[in-house]
T-cell receptor, first 111, second 113 residues
Framework: GQNIDQPTEMTATEGAIVQINCTYQ??????LFWYQQHAGEAPTFLSY????GLEEKGRFSSFLSRSKGYSYLLLKELQMKDSASYLC????????????FGQGTELSVKP | IAGITQAPTSQILAAGRRMTLRCTQD?????MYWYRQDLGLGLRLIHY???????GKGEVPDGYSVSRANTDDFPLTLASAVPSQTSVYFC????????????FGPGTRLTVL
C-alpha cells in the first residue's frame, strides 16, 4: 500500500517563496504528480517527476528524491492567485495509471 | 474542444434513490477514473477503466458501479444512495492506458439526504 503525507495548511506572503513538502511510502514507485486546486474547482496538473532532481516550469519547480521518498513543490514570487490547495499524488508500478493522493496542502497567500 | 464534461453540476438526492453521474471526454483518452473528494480525506479513487470494455475497483468502490461501453463515456451509478455518499465527484482521463497525466472534469456536487 501507499502512505502520502503533506502539511495540512501553510501561509506565506505575496512575493515570497514557499516550499510544500510531500513524503511517501510505496512498494513500487512510478512517478509523482503535483496538482493545484482552487476552491470549488477541479484539480489542474502542475508537474510530474519520475527521476531524481528538479523540474522547473516558470515560477513553479518540483523536486524528487526517490531514495528518501520525498518531493517538494517550490513556488516563487508568490501571487494572491496562488492561494489554493496543492495535491501530491503517487503512481505505482503495475497499477495502470492509478494515482494515490495525499490530503492536500491549503496555501494561503497574504498581502 | 470541451475536454471532460460532467453532469449534473450538482444534485440533491433522497436516500434510497438511484443516481447516475455522467462523464464524457472528447480527447480519445484510453483511461478514465472516478474519484470522490471529502474534507480531510482528499481524493479517493472509486473505479477506473484502462480501456473501453474494461473496468476495475479503486480504493472505495462499495455502493458504486461503472461501465465503459465506448472510449468517450464513463458513467458512475449509485444503485441506492446513502448519506455517506454525499461528496464532490470528479471524473478524470489520461492517455496511453493511464501512463500519462490525468486531467479532471469540473466535478459534480452530490448531496444525499
Amino acid at each position: 500500500g501507499q502512505n502520502i503525507d503533506q502539511p495540512t495548511e501553510m501561509t506565506a506572503t505575496e512575493g515570497a517563496i514557499v516550499q510544500i513538502n510531500c513524503t511517501y511510502q510505496t512498494s513500487g514507485f512510478n512517478g509523482l504528480f503535483w496538482y493545484q486546486q482552487h476552491a470549488g474547482e477541479a484539480p489542474t496538473f502542475l508537474s510530474y517527476n519520475v527521476l531524481d532532481g528538479l523540474e522547473e516550469k516558470g515560477r513553479f519547480s518540483s523536486f524528487l528524491s526517490r531514495s528518501k521518498g520525498y518531493s517538494y513543490l517550490l513556488l516563487k514570487e508568490l501571487q494572491m492567485k496562488d492561494s489554493a490547495s496543492y495535491l501530491c499524488a503517487v503512481r505505482e508500478h503495475g497499477q495502470g495509471g492509478k494515482l494515490i493522493f495525499g490530503q492536500g496542502t491549503e496555501l494561503s497567500v497574504k498581502p | 474542444i470541451a475536454g471532460i464534461t460532467q453532469a449534473p453540476t450538482s444534485q440533491i438526492l433522497a436516500a434510497g434513490r438511484r443516481m447516475t453521474l455522467r462523464c464524457t471526454q472528447d480527447m480519445r483518452h484510453n483511461a478514465m477514473y472516478w474519484y470522490r473528494q471529502d474534507l480531510g480525506l482528499g481524493l479517493r479513487l472509486i473505479h477506473y477503466s484502462n480501456t473501453a470494455g474494461t473496468t476495475g475497483k479503486g480504493e472505495v468502490p462499495d455502493g458504486y458501479s461503472v461501465s465503459r461501453a465506448n472510449t468517450d463515456d464513463f458513467p458512475l451509478t449509485l444503485a441506492s444512495a446513502v448519506p455517506s455518499q454525499t461528496s464532490v465527484y470528479f471524473c478524470a482521463s489520461s492517455d496511453s492506458q493511464g501512463q500519462d497525466t490525468q486531467y479532471f472534469g469540473p466535478g459534480t456536487r452530490l448531496t444525499v439526504l
